[in-house]
């Protein structure tokens, strides 16, 4: 059944090496928040981005880094798109639950994950800034401790970046 797998999951993530030191960067990536990317979800920070530093998980029992920024919101809540860009990527992950990719040209990606379902759009659709992507859900094994939020992530190349410095002030 669902349930016993995803408690298997979670075990499993549970039983995976403690770090003993924060993974570096593989390159110094330039900052994106020239890029003035809308939130594309209406909510509070819940878990923010920790690249270099240890964040305790609740659901994994353990201290782990963070590569992107929780926006709590209720369940359905819609989610859009933060730049314009195309869809590289839409599917159903192991850990993230649904998810959807966007590329915005120059080398800069988001990643939208967390999602209640991954039909509202799909790869190889044009997005505006703005367009509804998806909706909040609770669809992340490696989150699911967290409640109803999105996972959204910022790559400049390689790179992660902190999302919360590319939104306007």
């Known amino acids: 059944d669902a349930e016993q797998e995803r408690n298997q999951a979670v075990e499993d993530l549970k039983a995976t090496p403690e770090p003993t ?8 990536a330039k900052p994106v928040n020239e890029l003035q990317l809308s939130k594309p979800v209406e909510g509070e920070f819940g878990q ?11 659901t994994l029992d353990q201290w782990t880094t963070h590569q992107g920024l929780d926006i709590k919101a ?3 809540t819609k989610v859009c798109a933060a730049l314009a860009g195309e869809v590289t990527d ?22 939208y994950a967390c999602l209640a379902a991954t039909n509202t759009v799909k790869v190889g659709d044009k997005v505006e800034k703005g367009q509804q ?9 490696i989150e699911s401790e967290e409640g109803p939020h999105l996972h959204f992530e910022v790559w400049k190349g390689d790179a992660s970046q902190d999302p919360a410095t590319t939104f306007p002030a």
């Open 74 to 76: 209720d369940e359905g």
């Open 48 to 58: 923010t981005y920790s690249k270099d530093q240890l964040r305790y998980s609740k």
């Open 21 to 28: 030191a924060a993974p570096q960067p593989t390159e110094t």
């Open 133 to 141: 992507i998806g909706a909040v859900g609770t669809s992340a094994m």
């Open 90 to 111: 839409v599917k159903e992950d192991g850990f993230y639950g649904n998810v959807v990719i966007i590329d915005h040209g120059n080398d800069v990606r988001t990643v």
